[in-house]
């Protein structure tokens, strides 16, 4: 469970006030917001990239630093060191996350296998999409926390993404996305959560 006690976020303009919510394992759920409203700074608020005005988020009581290796949230290829491989980043979250999952299960699935030794600079969008999706599978977190994780990707490619997201829920693990295609996800998720005048609201 993560739950987000009285958290109170202001940065250019406030994002959160006294804001509560508990979010279950085992479901997926859509925050959901007018852009530039917060998806992101909440998200991020979550893995202490943000320090919050007050209020807690904690993850089955505990605190993110004490979960670290639970929680996996790589918030956009940008991110990437493009010198590097995707090869090398599947590598370094297996070690870094002590994980168990097999990297060509994961290359096999997203289709990565002839680009996935050359530097990340020769990678298209959605290549680069491909790599995060698998990260967030080869960390095997049980919290996955994801921004617009399915920008970028072609149809077919998100609904591979979406059959993904369903069988980690389905694992226990907790999901948590931010994203435009609310329609297209409405199947998947559990439920919707709304960043609505500071507070987030089921629905
Ligand atoms: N580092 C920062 N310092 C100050 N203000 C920030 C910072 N990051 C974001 N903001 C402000 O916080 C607000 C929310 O931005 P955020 O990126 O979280 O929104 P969002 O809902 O994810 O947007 P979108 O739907 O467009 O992706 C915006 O007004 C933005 O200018």
Redesign the pocket.
Known sequence: MIEIKDLNLT???P?LKDANFSFQEGSIYLLH??????????L?TMVNL?APNSGRVLFDGQKFAQVKQQVFYLETSDWFDKNLSGLDYLKFVKSEWQSEQDLNSAIERWEMGSYIKTPIRKYSLGMKQKLLVALYRVSDAKYLLM??INNGLDADSRQVLYQELSAWAYQKKLIIM?S?YQDEVENIVDETVT?DHRQLIRG
């Open positions: 940065l250019r303009e994002i917001a007018l852009n530039g409203t917060g998806k992101t700074s909440v991020r943000i921004d617009e931010a435009h960043l």
